[in-house]
């Protein structure tokens, strides 16, 4: 079933933010939860996350009927790396060293960055690279 475009940029958005502060506060566990926000998206779809159904519940029936849908494959790809890197980013935070989640945080914040502010999705485009590697097709 093909999601709204704008679904996975409004959960950029907020993963943007969340991650903005833990960056500036260095918490760890702020950065465990939307770990676990990854793995809902990433395990049991992106139309499971909470950022998902935020967006359907709230934001969604105010702007209207999507312009357009999409795959939800590369979105849950680009998810489950967001959690790889969060998951980096919690035992540096949490066991150290330091250095390790806030480079980890930084990386995660630039791809969210990235796809809620120019609608450019780094997982996105990694999963389809991939997908072309090993299908051979263009």
């Known amino acids: 079933m093909e999601i709204d475009v704008r679904g996975p940029r409004f959960g950029a958005a907020l993963t943007t933010a969340v991650l903005a502060v833990v960056l500036v ?12 926000v990854f793995a ?13 159904w935020l967006f359907r519940a709230v934001v969604r029936p105010r702007i209207g009927p999507p312009p357009a849908t999409e795959d939800p494959a590369p979105p849950r790809f680009a998810q489950a790396v967001g959690l790889a890197f969060a998951v980096v980013g919690v035992i540096g ?28 999705c780094l997982g996105c485009e990694l999963y389809l690279l991939l997908r072309r590697s090993t299908t051979g097709s263009a």
Not at 25 to 36: C, D, I, N, R
Not at 40 to 52: I, K, L, T
């Open 93 to 120: 935070y949490l066991v150290g060293p330091r250095w390790l989640g806030l480079a980890a945080t930084a990386c995660a914040l630039a791809a969210a960055f990235l796809n809620a502010a120019f609608a450019y």
């Open 40 to 52: 809902v998206g990433a395990g049991a779809g992106v139309r499971n996350s909470p950022y998902s």
């Open 25 to 36: 506060t260095g918490s760890g566990w702020l950065l465990l939860a939307q770990s676990a």
